[in-house]
């Protein structure tokens, strides 16, 4: 009798589960039809948004407590989080966060260590990209493992640091070399962080042991006043969410691909680029105002004091909006965009590329990475390709400006500055539009009958003014400024 009422109850239980599970997955699929999103994205959303609940509980009950405790906590989250998201497919990160604390424990601080993990991680990253591929943007568990390939090797080249003499190492990598040994549980929580885990930002192994060890709050021993910063920044959030939602069925991508696109005049063509170049990256924005906000409500985003004593909360900033919405140059956007990638790839990349001797070779394998880095398609390198070569015209014609007296007197008479801005801003955004028009569609065909229909306008534009600068600058700036230059 005992035996068959357990089986009862067993089955039941397992009815309940089945039961649950279904009900769950249809809210979502219910839920998400409705709002005209895929199950995938909203299950991303309501991820990011419960780093809030997650974080006051932490502030509220273990913010000083054990390390042991907070990493357990982060870890199971992050899991939590994954699984959510990706279901079973989480081992991937599992299996590559084991893998690297052998790699650090086994190999210790060498050389070895740092290659090894660039070529494993990168190598997963790039086989998970191409086992998973489609023509289309899918939130798969590549999204976030992209996020923790970058992680684990800063990891690697931290410690490595860490087993240099200080002199040997510049002011910045003091701050980050790592000098003790992380454990297992140390490593996971770092790489579990749920206000980080699915779309970054890119922090360091120190500054999350400062989190750990209650260090990260503008007031000594009490929980971080980082409260309204946080919701600032959530509230922003919002602000972009809303905008994107609002507008996403009326600008998309797909419409580039369309008869209509084409039917329509050059002029036309190039507004509706214009205007998606600028609207398509709410998106990325919209997330990593809301994950900031969660990392600056644990504490994470504490970045020490002003000159005038006021906290600031900008360590984990992955944009500066107010340079976003007005640059009107391409280096104002991307010093405002993704900062921290930028950042990383700047610290653990660029950098260590010195010993080239060639800052524009260096800063070409840099794009390079970064565009294997976030995926296989042809659009990618071409998106990066198109960025190399715009931020070289700009710096040419941002010199032949500032040395050529006739130029500078134009470009200062105050009348003209909001004509100069409007005619900057639409260049800026028409090409923006442009190189993002490349990262979005993703493969060849698609990009290719985009920028066929615009006649190549942008390689066209960018390749003439790369040759013909040199010649204007050689015409128009005096041979004593050249001199003076020189000297």
Same mark, same amino acid.
Request: hydrophobic share 45%; proline share 4%; with cysteine.
């Given at each position: 009798m005992a035996s068959a009422a357990e089986g009862d109850v067993g089955t039941v239980a397992e009815l309940a589960r089945v039961l649950r599970w279904g009900f769950d997955e249809l809210s979502l699929n219910k839920l998400a039809t409705s709002l005209g999103a895929s199950e995938q994205a909203l299950r991303l959303i309501i991820s990011i948004f419960m780093g809030y609940p997650l974080a006051l509980f932490f502030r509220r009950y273990l913010f000083f407590k054990d390390s042991y405790l907070i990493h357990l906590f982060h870890t199971f989250t992050g899991l939590s989080i994954a699984y959510f998201n990706f279901g079973n497919q989480l081992y991937h990160s599992l299996l590559c966060v084991v893998l690297q604390f052998l790699i650090l424990r086994l190999m210790g601080r060498t050389i070895t260590a740092v290659l090894t993990t660039y070529c494993f991680q990168m190598a997963y990253l790039l086989a998970g990209y191409y086992y998973t591929a489609t023509g289309n943007y899918d939130i798969k568990w590549?999204?976030?493992?992209?996020?923790?390939?970058?992680?684990?090797?800063?990891?690697?080249?931290?410690?490595?640091?860490?087993?240099?003499?200080?002199?040997?190492?510049s002011s910045e990598q003091q701050k980050y070399a790592i000098r003790g040994v992380p454990s297992l549980l140390e490593v996971a929580g770092f790489s579990y962080f749920y206000g980080a885990f699915l779309v970054g930002p890119q922090f360091s192994m120190n500054h999350y042991m400062k989190l750990v060890q209650g260090q990260l709050t503008d007031i000594p021993g009490k929980i971080p006043n980082s409260t309204i910063p946080a919701l600032k920044r959530l509230g922003l959030g919002l602000v972009y969410l809303v905008g994107y939602t609002l507008l996403s069925p009326h600008i998309t991508e797909d419409y580039l691909l369309t008869e209509d696109y084409e039917n329509h005049s050059f002029w036309f063509r190039c507004m509706y680029m214009l205007l998606w170049g600028k609207f398509v990256l709410y998106k990325y924005v919209t997330c990593w105002l809301v994950t900031e906000g969660v990392c600056i409500l644990t504490g994470l985003g504490f970045n020490d004091f002003d000159e005038r004593g006021?906290?600031?909360?900008?360590?984990?900033?992955?944009?500066?909006?107010?340079?976003?919405?007005?640059?009107?140059?391409?280096?104002?956007?991307?010093?405002?965009?993704?900062?921290n990638t930028n950042a990383w790839v700047a610290r653990y990349f660029f950098k260590?590329?010195?010993?080239?001797?060639?800052?524009? /070779? %260096?800063?070409?394998?840099? =794009?390079?990475?970064?565009?294997?880095?976030?995926?296989?398609?042809?659009?990618? *390198?071409?998106?990066?390709?198109m960025e190399f070569l715009i931020v070289i015209v700009e710096r040419q014609a941002a010199r032949l400006i500032q040395e050529s007296p006739t130029l500078s007197n134009l470009a200062s008479i105050t009348v003209l500055q909001p004509f100069y801005y409007l005619v900057q801003q639409t260049i800026h955004w028409l090409f923006m539009g442009y190189s993002m028009t490349a990262f979005c569609l993703f493969t060849w065909d698609k990009w290719f009958k985009v920028y066929k229909s615009i006649y190549f306008l942008g390689h066209v534009f960018? /390749? %003439?003014?790369?040759?013909? =600068?040199?010649?204007?600058?050689?015409?128009?700036?005096?041979?004593?400024?050249? *001199?003076k230059k020189m000297g």
């Open positions: 590549t999204m976030p493992h992209c996020v923790l390939t970058l992680k684990l090797i800063g990891l690697a080249v931290d410690y490595f640091d860490g087993g240099k003499d200080l002199n040997s190492l006021k906290a600031k909360w900008d360590a984990c900033a992955n944009m500066k909006v107010w340079l976003f919405e007005t640059t009107p140059r391409f280096t104002g956007t991307i010093a405002s965009f993704n900062i260590r590329l010195k010993f080239l001797g060639n800052k524009e /070779l %260096s800063q070409g394998l840099s =794009l390079l990475f970064l565009a294997l880095w976030h995926g296989l398609h042809s659009g990618y *390198l071409v998106c990066f390709q960018f /390749l %003439s003014l790369l040759f013909i =600068l040199p010649y204007v600058h050689k015409a128009m700036v005096p041979r004593k400024e050249k *001199l």
